[in-house]
């Protein structure tokens, strides 16, 4: 009886279905209702009891025999996977072959992933619909992996892979809109890098030439150990269960691309505000020293804060959305990061390939310094195949930009040759070339430790381990070339002293720049670099240049002033007159003129006219008394100056315009 029963009850299941069934996938649902309502209804058991009805209809035997009174007959419902026998029958029936499980699998994945993929709305925005849609990209996935494993189905096979498309290109959307537009407002990041993109009054600099709209322009920023969080840990998790899912389809390297893409944006306009223009070499090489001077200012900020926060930022952030999927992780931040990072490295390029005017060279070390200190801290960000040569560019500009501030240096050594002998300083005094080199020698000490690295070839070592200097011995390589432009320098001011006429003005001229060049090295590391033994031996020079003076210039004062001894064989009183009169001669011409001349230094000037007063005093005070204790030239004695007023002339040698 409960047989009976059964067999009723599958039989009215059977009358309803071809009644309601209009099409192979109502068909299917109704069975399902079924089945989920009455344990004796199972999918097995009315998938059989369809089968039969359907082989007793083909057969001719069915209820109604086709007479007038007959059912119509409703469309055939798919079948699970029967025994080969049931194929073939149904193909000699000249039925479609039954539907398999993978086959319905597939169709009822297909409704669920078409209803998600049609949302006008994100699917994101409703966690449960988010859930349901990645359960069912999840059991797509597993679908399409069987299909292709066993093979046997083609065009199943394409219609799953169809459906896989167009469920990525929607995980696509959702992706770049929880990167672009994350549902969690990002913490506000330091320096201008806030990912809300709101813009203070305060924060916008004009006149940057950006075209129409101002640039907001970063605040300072000191302290470089930021990290940026752009998304929250919420959307980061979301986010990340795509990029699985994306990455579990074989959708990895698409995924990728849309990331860098969605957070490119991002790294532009944080770049932008940074105040950071592209410029071409061409356009660098054009522009003027002032204008890359501020470049440079803007410059070297904006490279410590892309390298040294947004990067890592970037870096930490495309870890955690790609955690274990590499190497899409690093193929999205390589290229989300690539064309900022090289645009500030080709301007760094730009200026080493540049002018080398020797003016250019302190901007130069600081861009230097800059990229150097920054190279130990870019190995953990950088430590992946993919943005090696990112790294690698980074190494590249630090070692331009020493070999541009090694070829600063030599245009130094031919600005000095080159300076022309035409005009003399006047006066003796001190030469504009010889300020302009110690001056800028002296503050290039200042960055004395880069310019060993430099000069050494040891390009990026004070990253590293930095040379040890050793003061004692001045033999380093900066130390030798600093020595070698002395030598230049020496060179180009002995050629000026040439122009002078008057052989004394020309010692005054050496001793004055001779004086200078020992003030300023004592007063820098110069000192250390050229050792004792170097300002020893210019110390010399200048002292040569003082007794050439003295004797190029009073002594043929002194020897007029020679009168002999006292008594037997002594002058006669005309001849120390005629003596007299020279000397009021030669020494009214050379006060008159030499009064005009200028000794920088303090200390020198005092050393030569104590000189000056040591060679010719003693003799002319002995003149004077001479001819007076003689009666003779007692008789119509002029003195037109007394030792006291010769005295006081001499010290008034060499003043200048401060006479």
Not at 90 to 99: H, M, S
């Amino acid at each position: 009886m409960a047989e009976d029963g059964e067999e009723k009850l599958l039989a009215t299941v059977q009358h309803i279905v071809q009644t309601l069934g209009s099409s192979d996938t109502m068909t299917e649902d109704i069975l399902r209702v079924f089945s989920n309502y009455d344990g004796r209804l199972s999918l097995d058991k009315l998938y059989a009891a369809r089968a039969a009805a359907a082989s007793a209809a083909g057969g001719g035997g069915g209820l109604g025999g086709g007479g007038e009174h007959s059912m119509p007959e409703s469309p055939t419902l798919p079948l699970p996977p029967p025994p080969a026998a049931a194929v073939s029958a149904a193909a000699a029936a000249g039925r479609p072959p039954p539907v398999t499980s993978m086959e319905r699998t597939v169709r009822t994945l297909d409704r669920q992933i078409s209803q998600f993929v049609a949302m006008d709305r994100l699917i994101w925005a409703d966690s449960a619909d988010a859930d349901a849609f990645l359960e069912a990209v999840d059991d797509l996935i597993g679908t399409v992996q069987e299909l292709e494993a066993a093979g046997t189905n083609r065009g199943l096979f394409d219609r799953a892979e169809e459906l896989l498309s167009r469920c990525m290109a929607r995980l696509e959307e959702e992706f770049r809109a929880l990167i672009e537009r994350p549902d969690d407002a990002a913490p506000a990041a330091p320096g201008g890098f806030r990912s809300d993109g709101s813009d203070d009054e305060e924060d916008f600099g004009g006149g940057d030439g950006y075209g129409d709209e101002p640039i907001p322009i970063a605040k300072p920023v000191t302290d470089y150990d930021v990290v940026i969080d752009a998304l929250s840990p919420g959307s980061v998790a979301n986010v990340h269960q795509i990029a699985r899912r994306m990455v579990d389809a074989g959708f990895g390297r698409e995924c990728a691309e849309v990331y860098a893409a969605a957070r490119r944006g991002f790294v532009d306009e944080s770049v932008a505000r940074l105040g950071v223009r592209p410029r071409t070499a061409e356009e660098v090489h054009a522009s003027s020293w002032e204008e890359l001077e501020f470049d440079i200012a803007r410059w070297i900020p904006a490279f410590n804060m892309v390298f040294r926060i947004l990067i890592p930022s970037e870096r930490r952030l495309c870890d955690r959305v790609f955690d274990g999927l590499a190497p899409f992780g690093d193929l999205a931040f390589v290229a989300a990061m690539r064309t900022q990072a090289l645009q500030l490295i080709s301007f760094g390029d730009a200026i080493s390939s540049s002018s080398r005017a020797p003016e250019r060279l302190f901007r130069v070390v600081d861009m230097y310094e800059a990229v150097r200190d920054l190279l130990p801290d870019l190995d953990p960000v950088f430590a992946d195949p993919y943005s090696a040569a990112l790294r690698a560019e980074v190494t590249a500009v630090c070692n331009t930009l020493g070999s541009s501030i090694k070829g600063i240096f030599m245009e130094l050594e031919n600005l000095i040759r080159r300076d022309p002998a035409r005009v003399a300083a006047q006066g003796g005094g001190i030469h504009p070339i010889t300020r302009y080199v110690m001056n800028y020698l002296r503050a290039a000490c200042g960055s004395r430790q880069t310019l060993e690295e430099v000069m050494e070839g040891d390009f990026g070592a004070v990253g590293g381990a930095a040379a040890a200097v050793d003061p004692d011995r001045p033999t380093s390589s900066l130390a030798v070339h600093i020595a070698w432009i002395m030598d230049v320098l020496h060179k180009n001011l002995d050629i000026k002293s040439k122009i002078y006429r008057d052989p004394s003005l020309a010692c005054v001229f050496l001793m004055n720049n001779g004086k200078y060049i020992i003030q300023k090295v004592n007063d820098s590391e110069l000192g250390v670099l050229l050792g004792d033994e170097w300002i020893k031996q210019m110390t010399n020079r200048v002292r040569r240049w003082s007794m050439d003076y003295q004797r190029v210039t009073w002594g043929k004062v002194t020897t007029v002033l020679q009168t002999g001894g006292p008594g037997v064989g002594g002058l006669p009183a005309t001849a120390m007159k005629q003596k007299l009169r020279m000397f009021n001669t030669y020494f009214q011409e050379i006060y008159e003129v030499q009064s005009e001349w200028v000794i920088a230094d303090e200390q020198l000037r005092v050393d030569v006219r104590a000189a000056v007063a040591e060679a010719v005093m003693p003799v002319y005070t002995a003149l004077i008394s001479r001819l007076k204790s003689s009666p003779e030239a007692r008789h119509d004695l002029y003195i037109k100056y007394t030792p006291e007023d010769v005295e006081a002339c001499i010290q008034h040698l060499f003043e200048g315009a401060a006479k």
